[in-house]
């Protein structure tokens, strides 16, 4: 240590005489001495004992993890679901044969065109008169069904790429090539028996949800209703839009969430005048 003092020492002397010959700050001047002072005490401490280790340095946080793909709130769009040409196949046809069905329903089924040509079915591909597919409410797009006229007996095979029908006492809306080929045409409307043999998602579990109300034959009742809805619902999605000679409005609870959907959709049935409220399934 009495080493490093007297280098202090001479440190301040040559200090003193540069300050006399160059311009030099004096507080770069004044540091200098206890710089060296920290390289002396450095080295008597070296022989004294080891150089301390030093400090551990903390590991930097962990970056936060995205949420996934399950947590993620689902896109507002959704996916298209494809069918076979002409709604299904040969294969979906022999699944039926060798198969016994999922789930069976009875009750009123009709059948219904696009009011414009070109027009999407609920499943994102083209409506078409000529495929052998229905709407359903809340059957999954895509699933495999068969359709029986209870009172003749016709029976066809079909798939399910559309939403409906939106009409109390109804299950089911065909195109025209189905109701030809189980005999409803004609009629207009029968009853039916729906047998579900093969979904691609569970039936009863899961799924994005929503509730349609209609039908309004003005666009400011449904735009007046929508503006309620807006207010009771702050955190759901409510639009208003044109349907077949009439205006619906449907709102998609935050996350289509089924449950939250159920609950609107039985608060609206008794109390909106001139509106229906249905449960739906988006995909």
Known sequence: MSETFQLGQAWHRTG????????????????APVALMLVGLSGCAHHRQAAQAPPRQTAPPAPQSQPSEAESPPPTRIPITPVPPGGVSADDLDFVNTHQPIFSEVGLATWYTAPYKGRKAAN?????????????RTLPMGSLIAVTNIKTGQ???????????????????????????????????????????????????????????????????????????????????????PGQDSYW??????????????????????????AEAFLTRLD
């Not at 095979?157 to 939403?163: A, F, N, Q, S, Y």
């Open 249 to 274: 409005v449907r709102i998609r609870p935050e996350g289509d969430n089924r449950e939250q959907a159920e609950a609107i959709a039985r608060h609206l049935r008794p109390g909106e005048a001139e």
């Open 155 to 241: 029976f066809a095979v079909m798939r399910i790429t559309d939403r409906g029908p939106f009409v109390d006492g109804r299950i089911l809306d065909l195109t025209i090539a189905s109701a030809k080929a189980t005999g409803i045409y004609r009629l207009g409307t029968a009853q039916v028996r729906l047998d579900v043999y093969r979904t691609p998602k569970p039936i009863e579990t899961g799924g994005r949800w929503c509730v349609q109300i209609g039908a309004f034959h003005s666009e400011y009742q449904a735009k007046k209703l929508k503006e309620q809805l807006l207010r009771k619902y702050p955190s759901s999605n409510v639009i208003e839009f």
């Open 16 to 31: 003193k005489a540069i300050r006399g010959k160059l311009a030099v700050s004096p507080a770069l001047v004044a540091l």
């Open 124 to 136: 994102g591909e083209v409506f078409s008169d000529r495929a052998l597919t229905a709407a359903h």
